[in-house]
């Protein structure tokens, strides 16, 4: 059986993945078997094999399926007009929070295995290339000509970096009892870079 194509999938291949992908951000790639998988999908075990060739099969399709959505998202929002850095900054700060938000379990799952050789092939969320995305129209819209390509580099990283740190923090308050909170909020993050742009 070869890989499933990640655009047209069934309901039941959906539900699959879907159950895949939220228990990898619970405990982790490993820890997923298909077993658990299987009791998530509410299917029976032998139905994930008759969909997927194996546990890895499973997740790289879940994976492209995200990555291809992600990469559509990221084209649609920068190829628009933006007025200057500061609505370039305050409109991608909210479109990136969103983005983790909606994409959640593939961002967290990515984090959980970083430096796991064995799913470094499956694991190719895109947030190099929201970077990426970012630092261009950053650079097409700054007035500042005195920064250099690695300090815009830079800042784009810090500022996807804290967003993501925002959503890690959200995520872990809703699994856990743990009361505290970051007292940082994404408009705390937007007006930190903007002063570093502007």
């Avoid at 499933?4 to 291949?13: D, F, K, R, S, Y």
């Avoid at 990426?132 to 700054?142: A, E, H, R, T, V």
């Amino acid at each position: 059986m070869e890989n499933v194509n990640e655009e047209a999938v069934t309901n039941t291949q959906q539900r699959i993945i879907d159950a895949a992908l939220d228990l990898v951000s619970h405990v982790g790639y490993k820890s997923t078997t298909t077993k658990m998988i299987a009791q998530k999908a509410e299917v029976n075990e032998t139905t994930i094999f008759k969909n997927f060739q194996s546990k890895q099969v499973l997740m790289d399709t879940a994976f492209k399926q995200h990555t291809k959505q992600i990469t559509k998202e990221v084209d649609e929002f920068f190829s628009q007009s933006f007025n200057n850095t500061t609505d370039l900054m305050k409109q991608s700060g909210q479109f990136i929070a969103k983005i983790f938000d909606k994409h959640r379990q593939i961002v967290i799952g990515t984090i959980k295995e970083v430096g796991n050789e064995q799913t470094k092939t499956i694991f190719t969320y895109r947030q190099e290339y929201i970077q990426q995305k970012l630092c261009n129209k950053l650079k097409d819209c700054s007035n500042d000509r005195s920064l250099t390509d690695q300090q815009y580099e830079t800042i784009v990283f810090i500022f996807n970096s804290a967003i993501m740190s925002l959503l890690v923090d959200k995520a872990r308050k809703e699994y856990s009892d743990d009361e505290q909170s970051m007292t940082i909020q994404l408009d705390d993050v937007i007006e930190l870079i903007l002063k570093t742009v502007n």
